[in-house]
């Protein structure tokens, strides 16, 4: 049950995980947080230990100088708060983020496991609940680049315009999106942890993990890049790649989150193109000047919708073979969209005495091989 009135405490709170549960708990309404960090002075972790009603253990060491950082930020730590909290009787639940390397016989796999058991024993001796989460690798906003996410590196450095160091193309390995993940602790806290049958005692995020190779994922990114020469967009229909494209637009220069589009500029006013893609088609600004008239022309099978959002103006259509021309008046004052069919030439007039702006949608790009595109005067 949701109880915004809680006292969490979240160790490792301006950390990658921590600080991105810090700001969607005080979205969901929870302003009672007790945030310990490398900067929190040490003895307020008792304190906190003694007031939390849940605590989120997030804070650990992924790549220290020397390999003894690991057992000490990690074991030590956890055994730490978990004297504190039996110290002061407090049976809170706790949940920690270990990972899936502490299957592994490596210094932070075994730090990693070794907290894990501090956690178990913890809740043996004293009834309290523990929810073990074992994380693969963790993508999203806020993570640090050069540091212990390829995903963050691979971002950052494309686009900052830097090399990305590529050992293995083929090498796979499991991700899962920040959101997700946070979304997956809260619901635990509010409704119980999933436990994870594969694993006994552990608990399972409940959220989809994908799958994706070194090279696949330099591609997609590469790709986020060039879609602002090519205009085109990411496959929002693919749940990885829509994460993704949102991670990596977080790395983007903050001088360069603006870019420039190519202006098809003559003595009418201007056409530019905005979006392009294969499966939803082309978006277009369309800026006419009083009196102008465009278009006179039709098509077999490109269709299109106008939105004249600033200025007045007259569409006019005339079905291929008759004489029957329909107008429908448009107006920046009073949004309307007009779908342009097929087989009737059409135009569109500037009858104001201010320039006039259309949003064109197409439903496939122009092909100029192919364009589709016929005169014919309305």
């Known amino acids: 049950m949701k109880n915004t009135e809680l006292r969490l405490l979240i160790t490792g709170s301006g950390g990658f995980v921590g600080k991105n549960l810090v700001c969607e708990l005080r979205n969901r309404g929870y302003n009672h947080l007790m945030l310990f960090d490398l900067d929190t002075p040490k003895e307020k972790l008792a304190e906190y230990a003694r007031e939390a ?15 003894s950082e690991f057992y000490s930020g990690n074991r030590g730590l956890t055994e730490e708060l978990l004297h504190l909290l039996e110290q002061s009787g407090n049976k809170a639940p706790v949940l920690i983020t270990s990972s899936i390397q502490a299957e592994l016989d490596n210094d932070y796999g075994k730090s990693k496991r070794e907290a894990e058991e501090l956690l178990f024993a913890h809740e043996r001796t004293c009834g309290a609940p523990v929810l073990v989460y074992r994380l693969p690798g963790v993508f999203g906003k806020w993570c640090r680049p050069a540091y212990n996410s390829v995903v963050a590196t691979f971002c950052y450095n494309i686009a900052n315009g830097l090399p990305i160091q590529i050992r293995d193309p083929a090498y796979s390995f499991p991700l899962v999106y920040i959101d997700d993940v946070i979304n997956s602790f809260i619901t635990a806290m509010e409704q119980g942890a999933i436990r994870d049958c594969s694993i006994p005692g552990f608990c399972h995020l409940g959220c989809e993990t994908y799958t994706v190779t070194l090279g696949r994922l330099a591609e997609l990114i590469e790709g986020f890049r060039n879609s602002r020469k090519d205009l085109s967009v990411p496959d929002m229909g693919d749940p990885f790649c829509k994460k993704l494209y949102a991670t990596y637009l977080s790395y983007l220069p903050e001088n360069e989150f603006s870019y420039p589009l190519n202006m098809h500029c003559d003595e009418r006013g201007s056409f530019t193109e905005f979006l392009r893609t294969q499966e939803r088609g082309q978006v277009s600004v369309n800026i006419s000047l009083p009196g102008i008239v465009k278009g ?34 448009v107006s920046g004052e009073h949004l309307e969209v007009v779908d342009i069919p097929t087989g009737y030439t059409h135009n569109i007039e500037n009858v104001g005495d201010t320039e006039m702006v259309t949003v064109m949608w197409a439903n496939e790009p122009f092909d100029p091989q192919h364009p589709d595109t016929f005169f014919e005067k309305v």
Do not use: C, M
């Open 53 to 67: 009603q849940f605590v989120f253990h997030l804070a650990g060491v992924n790549r220290p100088k020397d390999p």
């Open 296 to 329: 006179n022309h039709w098509h077999h099978t490109k269709n299109e919708k106008f939105l004249v959002v600033k200025g007045q103006g007259v569409i006019r259509f005339r079905k291929i073979g008759t004489d029957n021309v329909i107008s429908y008046r």
